[in-house]
């Protein structure tokens, strides 16, 4: 089966760094996505990752290893904004879009 | 100038009426989709819309049926509705064709259906 594997929850404090990781096992591999969806909201775009390597986009960052079926988002100089779920999702060999459930997490001050 | 809009964003219903979700994008895009998002936060594909194909999902009951009038609406109706189906519903558009390895979605904010 297919199986995207997150940590349910991760609390950070404000200015700090926090890194949250996404394992895959998936038929196939497209590319990777992060979003990120505030409570009561839709998700939003964050990163796209289909090389292997870091991709930086301002105070976020996405890493993917295909080999180990791994990716990362990096979030540095966290914001109290920042508190949300962020949700791993994998483009499989059919381009379905396979979701994780997604990682909470809180700042605090 | 909302990119993806969905209506209504909150329906409330008895069991076993018949309902519709309604979802626009003006976006120009090619592709739209609807999702479903349960209380564990798991957003399930249900379909895919890419202009000349619907794609559908084979877990999805056949209860649940989407309708496009043209290619920047995608509509739910969903008949006979059941206490599971309460969950929150969202509409997304991409600008690529479904088999797209780059396919950025754009998400609606959500319709959250509660089936009493």
């Known amino acids: 089966g297919q199986n995207i594997d997150q940590p349910t929850e991760m609390t950070a404090t404000e200015g700090a760094i926090v890194q949250i990781n996404c394992t895959y096992q998936?038929?196939?591999?497209?590319?990777l996505f992060w979003y990120q969806q505030h409570a009561g909201e839709a998700p939003t775009f964050l990163s796209y990752?289909?090389l292997d390597g870091l991709e930086e986009k301002g105070r976020f960052s996405s890493f993917l290893s295909r080999s180990k079926g791994y990716s990362y988002l990096l979030l540095k100089e966290l914001q109290m904004k920042d508190s949300a779920s962020y949700l791993c999702?994998?483009?499989?060999?059919?381009?379905?879009?396979?979701w994780g459930a997604g990682t909470k997490l809180i700042i605090k001050p | 100038d909302t990119a993806v809009s969905q209506t209504p964003k909150y329906l409330v219903t008895q069991m076993g009426n018949d309902k519709s979700i309604k979802c626009e994008q003006n976006?120009?895009?090619?592709?739209m989709y609807w999702y479903k998002q349960d209380s564990k936060k798991f957003l399930k594909i249900m379909f895919s819309y890419n202009n000349k194909e619907l794609i559908i999902n084979e877990t999805v009951p056949n209860r649940f049926s989407p309708k496009s009038p043209d290619k920047a609406h995608l509509n739910l109706h969903i008949n006979s509705l059941e206490l599971g189906d309460s969950a929150v519903y969202f509409c997304?558009?991409?600008?690529?064709?479904?088999?797209?390895?780059?396919?950025?979605?754009?998400f609606g904010p959500g319709t959250r259906l509660t089936v009493l």
């Open positions: 998936t038929s196939g591999f497209n590319g």
């Open positions: 990752n289909v």
């Open positions: 997304a558009s991409s600008p690529r064709a479904a088999d797209h390895s780059y396919n950025e979605q754009f």
């Open positions: 976006l120009g895009h090619d592709t």
């Open positions: 999702a994998v483009t499989d060999s059919n381009y379905q879009l396979i």
